[in-house]
């Protein structure tokens, strides 16, 4: 059975452009989540959902960063501007809702902004 | 809210030998505590949980201890493989209510052959 999707794996792109990441969760999974992972931060969580809709954004570090759930099988991270501090490396993961906290990840995005 | 500490940063041992990676935890409502492996240009794997209703949980090679009391719990790994090598995070959430994983900042294992 499938893992977490995610696409691309890697994405470089010049400051100032829009940047979009996309997510597929494991089917039947409820939560989505989007961390991002830096050397200097970690695993931070940005933004996680249920059922498609935001539950808590408290992470996204700023108006830059926006997440979308449009239906149960796919999400979208996107920034605009981006700026090279928003390198690092991106996480989806999901979860069942009978088992919320056991979080599948997916192989991420690495995102470069030169 | 949260906060996970994890020690060591680096952790090397001889195959066959054991390892030990320590975390700590201040919410005393967390009750739920994964650890997860990343090997290099993955995501992070989930490969042992456990509760807070539990003080040890064993899988194969690889155990989880918790002390509660002290907010403490640790992820043992005996006989060790080549193939362990790897950043390994411990974290801590809530099994109930808000479903955020808080996350300590890893552990490199290298397992020398």
Same mark, same amino acid.
């Given at each position: ?114 | ?5 994890? *020690? ?63 907010? *403490?719990?640790?992820? *043992? ?37």
């Amino acid at each position: 059975d499938a893992g977490v999707i995610q696409s691309p794996r890697h994405e470089v792109t010049e400051m100032g452009q829009e940047v979009t990441l996309r997510c597929k969760p494991i089917s039947g999974h409820d939560y989505l989540f989007w961390y991002r992972q830096t050397m200097m931060r970690g695993l931070e969580l940005l933004i996680y959902f249920n059922n498609n809709v935001p539950i808590d954004d408290s992470g996204m570090p700023e108006d830059r960063f926006s997440a979308k759930m449009p239906n149960a099988s796919f999400s979208t991270l996107k920034i605009q501007p981006s700026e090279p501090r928003d390198s690092a490396v991106y996480f989806c993961a999901s979860s069942f809702a009978g088992l919320a906290y056991e979080q599948y990840f997916g192989p991420g995005t690495r995102l470069t902004v030169t | 809210g949260e906060n996970v500490e994890q *020690h060591p940063s680096t952790l090397s041992v001889q195959e066959g030998d054991s390892a030990v990676i320590k975390c700590t935890y201040s919410d005393s409502a967390s009750n739920y505590f994964p650890w997860y492996k990343q090997e290099l240009g993955k995501g992070p794997q989930l490969i042992i949980d456990i509760r807070s209703n539990v003080g040890e949980k064993k899988d194969q090679r690889i155990a989880v201890t918790l002390n509660k009391t002290a907010k *403490h719990f640790s992820l *043992h790994i005996t006989e060790t493989q080549p193939e362990d090598s790897a950043v390994y995070f411990c974290a801590a959430s809530r099994i109930s209510g808000a479903n955020n994983l808080f996350f300590g900042t890893g552990t490199r294992l290298t397992v020398i052959p």
